[in-house]
T-cell receptor, first 111, second 113 residues
């Protein structure tokens, strides 16, 4: 079963614009990770944010985490056509080293 | 450092057959996890191995099994294949302790006819 939902399910923007994706989850977590997947290929790790962190940056990526609302957001600034992909959030909870994935957001960046 | 490798990349089998998939983690990583990805169910956790021991198991039938070798390489086996087993099977490697990223391989695309 999936931990939570991602919103929106699909997002289409113009190159240069910012893209924001949201993720909600259900249980307390140790950390939350964001991944990118291109056309049914493997997942590329983007960023990990721990439960005691509120914001993290990596290049054009900004991730926020609100544990009180059990939600996270991923912001991609100045998007490029190459950012077109599916984006997934995944949570790790308790002592189990397993990721529980959201349903994903399909991002399309138009040139 | 070389990334996670999975073999084979594509596989076609018929119902009732069995299949073995292989995963080589990043050097130094001791944890290997397996996930199944389908359009209907999304990404679902199968199991995780650390130092040759299964630490966690997802909610899959006993037809799905795995093992890990002393060099951390892992294999996953599916017996008595069903049409619904058609999926992308992904393995991920990590250090296995503390908060750390899981790095995924390219996946094995299994088609069951």
């Amino acid at each position: 079963s999936q931990q939570g939902e991602e919103d929106p399910q699909a997002l289409s923007i113009q190159e240069g614009e910012n893209a924001t994706m949201n993720c909600s989850y259900k249980t307390s977590i140790n950390n939350l990770q964001w991944y990118r997947q291109n056309s049914g290929r493997g997942l590329v790790h983007l960023i990990l944010i721990r439960s005691n962190e509120r914001e993290k940056h990596s290049g054009r990526l900004r991730v926020t985490l609100d544990t009180s609302k059990k939600s996270s957001s991923l912001l991609i600034t100045a998007s490029r056509a190459a950012d077109t992909a599916s984006y997934f959030c995944a949570t790790e909870a308790g002592s189990a080293r397993q990721l529980t994935f959201g349903s994903g957001t399909q991002l399309t960046v138009l040139p | 450092k070389a990334g996670v490798t999975q073999t084979p990349r594509y596989l076609i089998k018929t119902r009732g057959q069995q299949v073995t998939l292989s995963c080589s983690p990043i050097s130094g990583h001791r944890s290997v996890s397996w996930y199944q990805q389908t359009p209907g169910q999304g990404l679902q956790f199968l199991f995780e191995y650390f130092s040759e021991t299964q630490r966690n198991k997802g909610n899959f039938p006993g037809r799905f099994s795995g093992r890990q070798f002393s060099n951390s390489r892992s294999e996953m086996n599916v017996s008595t294949l069903e049409l619904g087993d058609s999926a992308l099977y992904l393995c991920a490697s990590s250090l296995g302790q503390g908060d750390n990223e899981q790095f995924f391989g390219p996946g094995t695309r299994l088609t069951v006819l």
